[in-house]
Protein backbone atom coordinates (compact mmCIF):
# COMPACT_ATOMS: atom_id res chain seq x y z
CA UNK A 1 0.00 0.00 0.00
CA UNK A 2 2.51 2.21 0.82
CA UNK A 3 4.71 1.60 -2.40
CA UNK A 4 1.83 2.80 -4.61
CA UNK A 5 1.16 5.93 -2.83
CA UNK A 6 4.69 6.88 -3.04
CA UNK A 7 4.32 6.03 -6.70
CA UNK A 8 1.38 8.14 -7.20
CA UNK A 9 3.24 10.74 -4.82
CA UNK A 10 5.94 10.41 -7.84
CA UNK A 11 3.79 10.40 -10.42
CA UNK A 12 2.09 13.59 -9.57
CA UNK A 13 5.35 15.34 -8.62
CA UNK A 14 6.63 14.56 -12.05
CA UNK A 15 3.57 15.88 -13.87
CA UNK A 16 3.95 18.95 -11.76
CA UNK A 17 7.79 19.45 -12.81
CA UNK A 18 6.67 18.66 -16.52
CA UNK A 19 3.88 22.26 -16.36
CA UNK A 20 6.41 23.82 -14.33
CA UNK A 21 8.78 23.39 -17.01
CA UNK A 22 6.64 23.90 -19.72
CA UNK A 23 4.07 26.56 -18.77
CA UNK A 24 3.94 29.90 -19.77
CA UNK A 25 3.50 32.72 -17.59
CA UNK A 26 0.41 35.28 -18.28
CA UNK A 27 0.09 38.42 -17.56
CA UNK A 28 -2.48 40.97 -15.87
CA UNK A 29 -4.56 41.01 -19.45
CA UNK A 30 -5.22 37.44 -19.12
CA UNK A 31 -6.18 36.63 -15.67
CA UNK A 32 -6.48 32.95 -16.10
CA UNK A 33 -6.84 30.40 -13.03
CA UNK A 34 -6.58 25.82 -14.10
CA UNK A 35 -6.20 23.01 -12.10
CA UNK A 36 -4.67 19.88 -13.90
CA UNK A 37 -5.33 17.46 -10.59
CA UNK A 38 -7.75 16.33 -9.75
CA UNK A 39 -9.14 16.22 -12.94
CA UNK A 40 -12.39 16.13 -11.72
CA UNK A 41 -14.78 18.82 -9.78
CA UNK A 42 -16.69 15.81 -8.07
CA UNK A 43 -14.10 12.87 -7.15
CA UNK A 44 -13.60 9.59 -5.08
CA UNK A 45 -10.33 9.88 -3.20
CA UNK A 46 -9.67 7.60 -0.28
CA UNK A 47 -6.50 8.77 1.23
CA UNK A 48 -5.67 11.25 4.08
CA UNK A 49 -4.45 14.26 1.31
CA UNK A 50 -4.28 14.90 -1.57
CA UNK A 51 -2.51 17.70 -4.40
CA UNK A 52 -3.76 20.55 -6.29
CA UNK A 53 -2.07 21.29 -9.24
CA UNK A 54 -2.11 23.98 -11.60
CA UNK A 55 -1.42 27.26 -12.73
CA UNK A 56 -2.24 30.79 -13.03
CA UNK A 57 -0.67 34.59 -13.38
CA UNK A 58 2.32 34.67 -11.67
CA UNK A 59 1.61 37.46 -9.48
CA UNK A 60 -2.26 36.53 -8.52
CA UNK A 61 -2.71 35.86 -4.86
CA UNK A 62 -3.76 32.08 -4.43
CA UNK A 63 -5.67 30.59 -2.41
CA UNK A 64 -7.44 27.59 -0.85
CA UNK A 65 -10.32 27.59 1.16
CA UNK A 66 -8.65 30.65 2.66
CA UNK A 67 -4.71 29.67 2.82
CA UNK A 68 -2.02 31.49 0.98
CA UNK A 69 -0.58 28.81 -1.62
CA UNK A 70 3.15 29.59 -3.26
CA UNK A 71 2.83 30.40 -6.99
CA UNK A 72 6.09 29.89 -8.72
CA UNK A 73 7.62 32.46 -11.23
CA UNK A 74 6.37 31.40 -14.34
CA UNK A 75 2.68 30.59 -12.20
CA UNK A 76 2.18 27.63 -11.83
CA UNK A 77 1.27 25.63 -8.21
CA UNK A 78 1.02 22.34 -6.06
CA UNK A 79 -0.49 22.10 -2.98
CA UNK A 80 -1.25 19.02 -0.67
CA UNK A 81 -4.69 18.77 1.21
CA UNK A 82 -5.42 17.17 3.76
CA UNK A 83 -8.84 15.36 3.51
CA UNK A 84 -11.67 14.41 6.27
CA UNK A 85 -13.66 11.25 6.19
CA UNK A 86 -16.77 12.53 4.45
CA UNK A 87 -17.64 15.26 2.23
CA UNK A 88 -14.55 17.90 1.78
CA UNK A 89 -15.43 20.89 -0.37
CA UNK A 90 -12.51 23.03 -1.51
CA UNK A 91 -12.28 26.41 -3.28
CA UNK A 92 -9.32 27.64 -5.27
CA UNK A 93 -9.49 31.43 -5.65
CA UNK A 94 -6.93 33.57 -7.45
CA UNK A 95 -7.22 37.17 -6.99
CA UNK A 96 -5.15 40.25 -9.49
CA UNK A 97 -5.98 43.88 -9.19
CA UNK A 98 -9.83 43.45 -8.90
CA UNK A 99 -10.34 40.42 -10.66
CA UNK A 100 -11.11 37.33 -8.81
CA UNK A 101 -11.40 33.67 -10.43
CA UNK A 102 -12.77 30.59 -8.15
CA UNK A 103 -12.99 26.88 -8.85
CA UNK A 104 -14.59 24.57 -6.71
CA UNK A 105 -14.41 21.05 -5.73
CA UNK A 106 -16.00 18.10 -3.64
CA UNK A 107 -14.34 15.32 -2.68
CA UNK A 108 -15.62 12.42 -0.99
CA UNK A 109 -13.39 10.26 0.94
CA UNK A 110 -13.44 6.58 2.61
CA UNK A 111 -10.96 6.27 5.03
CA UNK A 112 -12.78 3.28 7.31
CA UNK A 113 -15.71 0.79 5.98
CA UNK A 114 -18.67 2.77 6.18
CA UNK A 115 -21.49 0.10 4.96
CA UNK A 116 -24.36 1.36 6.53
CA UNK A 117 -26.75 -1.58 7.74
CA UNK A 118 -29.98 -2.80 7.00
CA UNK A 119 -31.83 -0.83 9.62
CA UNK A 120 -32.68 1.61 10.28
CA UNK A 121 -32.72 2.45 6.42
CA UNK A 122 -30.54 5.12 5.62
CA UNK A 123 -29.53 7.02 2.11
CA UNK A 124 -26.42 8.78 2.09
CA UNK A 125 -27.74 11.61 -0.27
CA UNK A 126 -24.36 13.28 -0.37
CA UNK A 127 -23.46 10.68 -2.37
CA UNK A 128 -25.95 10.45 -4.92
CA UNK A 129 -24.40 10.62 -8.34
CA UNK A 130 -24.55 12.35 -10.66
CA UNK A 131 -23.42 15.51 -8.67
CA UNK A 132 -24.13 18.12 -11.70
CA UNK A 133 -27.20 19.05 -14.18
CA UNK A 134 -26.60 16.58 -17.11
CA UNK A 135 -27.66 17.28 -20.78
CA UNK A 136 -28.83 14.27 -23.15
CA UNK A 137 -30.03 12.88 -26.28
CA UNK A 138 -31.70 10.42 -27.83
CA UNK A 139 -29.23 6.96 -26.49
CA UNK A 140 -27.17 8.20 -23.95
CA UNK A 141 -26.94 6.38 -20.85
CA UNK A 142 -27.94 8.13 -17.38
CA UNK A 143 -26.34 6.36 -14.53
CA UNK A 144 -26.96 6.59 -10.89
CA UNK A 145 -25.73 5.54 -8.30
CA UNK A 146 -26.00 6.38 -4.20
CA UNK A 147 -24.54 4.28 -0.58
CA UNK A 148 -27.79 3.16 1.39
CA UNK A 149 -28.16 0.78 3.51
CA UNK A 150 -27.40 -2.60 2.57
CA UNK A 151 -29.74 -5.99 1.70
CA UNK A 152 -32.29 -3.87 -0.01
CA UNK A 153 -34.40 -3.82 -3.30
CA UNK A 154 -33.01 -0.24 -4.95
CA UNK A 155 -34.75 1.82 -7.73
CA UNK A 156 -34.30 5.35 -9.32
CA UNK A 157 -36.78 7.29 -11.25
CA UNK A 158 -35.98 10.06 -13.89
CA UNK A 159 -39.05 12.00 -14.23
CA UNK A 160 -42.29 10.16 -15.04
CA UNK A 161 -39.39 6.67 -16.03
CA UNK A 162 -40.56 5.23 -12.76
CA UNK A 163 -38.93 1.75 -11.14
CA UNK A 164 -35.82 2.29 -13.01
CA UNK A 165 -34.00 -1.48 -11.19
CA UNK A 166 -30.78 -1.03 -9.41
CA UNK A 167 -28.08 -3.40 -8.36
CA UNK A 168 -26.39 -3.28 -5.31
CA UNK A 169 -22.35 -3.77 -6.32
CA UNK A 170 -20.14 -3.51 -4.38
CA UNK A 171 -22.20 -4.23 -0.67
CA UNK A 172 -24.35 -1.24 -0.08
CA UNK A 173 -23.87 0.97 -3.22
CA UNK A 174 -26.36 0.76 -5.61
CA UNK A 175 -25.91 1.06 -9.46
CA UNK A 176 -28.47 1.44 -12.13
CA UNK A 177 -28.80 3.23 -15.67
CA UNK A 178 -31.65 4.46 -18.28
CA UNK A 179 -30.85 4.73 -22.07
CA UNK A 180 -32.43 7.69 -23.44
CA UNK A 181 -35.27 7.52 -26.09
CA UNK A 182 -36.11 9.60 -28.88
CA UNK A 183 -39.40 10.32 -27.42
CA UNK A 184 -37.67 11.33 -24.07
CA UNK A 185 -38.38 15.23 -23.57
CA UNK A 186 -36.48 16.13 -20.40
CA UNK A 187 -36.70 19.81 -18.90
CA UNK A 188 -35.14 20.21 -15.80
CA UNK A 189 -36.45 16.72 -14.80
CA UNK A 190 -35.80 15.32 -11.29
CA UNK A 191 -33.54 12.33 -10.69
CA UNK A 192 -34.50 10.67 -7.56
CA UNK A 193 -33.23 7.05 -6.15
CA UNK A 194 -35.52 4.69 -3.67
CA UNK A 195 -34.75 2.09 -1.45
CA UNK A 196 -37.68 -0.56 -0.47
CA UNK A 197 -38.16 -3.12 2.09
CA UNK A 198 -40.92 -5.22 3.55
CA UNK A 199 -41.98 -2.41 5.79
CA UNK A 200 -41.26 0.95 3.96
CA UNK A 201 -39.57 2.50 1.87
CA UNK A 202 -37.12 5.40 1.50
CA UNK A 203 -36.72 8.36 -0.88
CA UNK A 204 -34.11 11.04 -1.38
CA UNK A 205 -33.44 13.05 -4.36
CA UNK A 206 -30.64 14.17 -6.38
CA UNK A 207 -28.75 17.77 -6.57
CA UNK A 208 -28.92 17.58 -10.48
CA UNK A 209 -31.73 17.57 -13.02
CA UNK A 210 -31.97 16.25 -16.73
CA UNK A 211 -32.75 18.34 -19.64
CA UNK A 212 -33.02 16.72 -23.61
CA UNK A 213 -30.81 18.71 -25.80
CA UNK A 214 -31.57 20.30 -28.72
CA UNK A 215 -30.08 22.40 -31.61
CA UNK A 216 -27.74 24.38 -29.21
CA UNK A 217 -24.00 25.47 -29.89
CA UNK A 218 -21.15 26.54 -28.49
CA UNK A 219 -18.79 29.35 -29.00
CA UNK A 220 -15.11 28.93 -27.27
CA UNK A 221 -14.78 32.04 -25.17
CA UNK A 222 -10.56 32.16 -24.51
CA UNK A 223 -7.73 30.54 -26.21
CA UNK A 224 -7.31 28.21 -23.28
CA UNK A 225 -9.99 25.61 -23.41
CA UNK A 226 -9.86 22.66 -21.30
CA UNK A 227 -10.69 19.97 -23.85
CA UNK A 228 -10.97 16.16 -23.20
CA UNK A 229 -11.33 13.57 -25.62
CA UNK A 230 -13.71 11.53 -22.93
CA UNK A 231 -15.43 11.38 -19.86
CA UNK A 232 -14.38 11.33 -17.17
CA UNK A 233 -10.73 10.52 -17.58
CA UNK A 234 -9.81 10.96 -21.16
CA UNK A 235 -6.88 12.61 -22.30
CA UNK A 236 -6.25 16.47 -22.58
CA UNK A 237 -6.20 17.76 -25.93
CA UNK A 238 -5.34 20.57 -27.96
CA UNK A 239 -7.56 23.95 -26.77
CA UNK A 240 -9.82 24.78 -29.20
CA UNK A 241 -9.10 28.78 -30.61
CA UNK A 242 -11.37 31.18 -29.10
CA UNK A 243 -14.32 31.73 -31.13
CA UNK A 244 -14.85 28.42 -32.44
CA UNK A 245 -18.13 27.26 -32.76
CA UNK A 246 -19.37 23.69 -32.49
CA UNK A 247 -22.99 21.69 -32.26
CA UNK A 248 -23.80 20.92 -28.31
CA UNK A 249 -24.96 17.01 -28.54
CA UNK A 250 -24.86 16.51 -24.21
CA UNK A 251 -23.19 17.75 -20.58
CA UNK A 252 -22.06 15.87 -17.21
CA UNK A 253 -19.55 16.52 -14.56
CA UNK A 254 -19.42 19.98 -15.56
CA UNK A 255 -18.42 19.26 -19.52
CA UNK A 256 -20.23 19.91 -22.05
CA UNK A 257 -19.86 17.23 -25.13
CA UNK A 258 -19.93 18.81 -29.23
CA UNK A 259 -19.41 17.42 -32.50
CA UNK A 260 -15.42 17.66 -32.91
CA UNK A 261 -16.33 16.59 -36.93
CA UNK A 262 -19.02 13.87 -38.23
CA UNK A 263 -17.16 10.69 -36.87
CA UNK A 264 -15.69 11.82 -33.01
CA UNK A 265 -17.07 13.57 -30.06
CA UNK A 266 -15.19 15.94 -27.19
CA UNK A 267 -15.61 17.09 -24.27
CA UNK A 268 -15.23 20.92 -23.33
CA UNK A 269 -15.51 22.99 -20.07
CA UNK A 270 -18.87 24.87 -19.41
CA UNK A 271 -16.66 27.84 -17.80
CA UNK A 272 -15.00 28.27 -21.04
CA UNK A 273 -17.49 28.29 -23.15
CA UNK A 274 -20.75 30.42 -23.95
CA UNK A 275 -24.12 28.98 -25.22
CA UNK A 276 -26.43 30.02 -27.23
CA UNK A 277 -29.81 28.90 -29.10
CA UNK A 278 -29.20 27.38 -32.81
CA UNK A 279 -32.50 26.62 -33.78
CA UNK A 280 -32.65 28.13 -36.84
CA UNK A 281 -29.18 27.08 -38.26
CA UNK A 282 -27.90 24.20 -36.31
CA UNK A 283 -23.93 23.32 -36.67
CA UNK A 284 -23.03 19.72 -37.05
CA UNK A 285 -18.97 20.06 -36.62
CA UNK A 286 -16.50 22.17 -35.18
CA UNK A 287 -16.26 25.71 -37.37
CA UNK A 288 -14.02 28.35 -37.50
CA UNK A 289 -10.55 26.30 -36.73
Known amino acids: MKSNIHIKFLTVFAIFLFFLVKLPAFGVENHYLQVFYPKEEFSQIDAKSTFFIGHTNNNALLKINGKDVKIYPNGSFVS???LKDGANYVRITSNIQGSSKSLFYHIRTSLK?????EFPMKIDKESIKPYKNLFVQESDIIQVSFKASTGHKAVFAVGNKFNIPMKESPKGTY???YKVKNSD???NTKIYVRIISKYAKLTKYATCNVSSI???S???ENNLSTIKESMPNGKRMIP???NTEFEITGKQNGYYRFKLNDYKNAWVKEEDIKISDNKKNPLNIVKNI
Do not use: A, D, R
Open 113 to 117: SNVLP
Open 185 to 187: NFN
Open 214 to 216: KNL
Open 240 to 242: LPK
Open 218 to 220: GIV
Open 175 to 177: IGT
Open 80 to 82: VFP
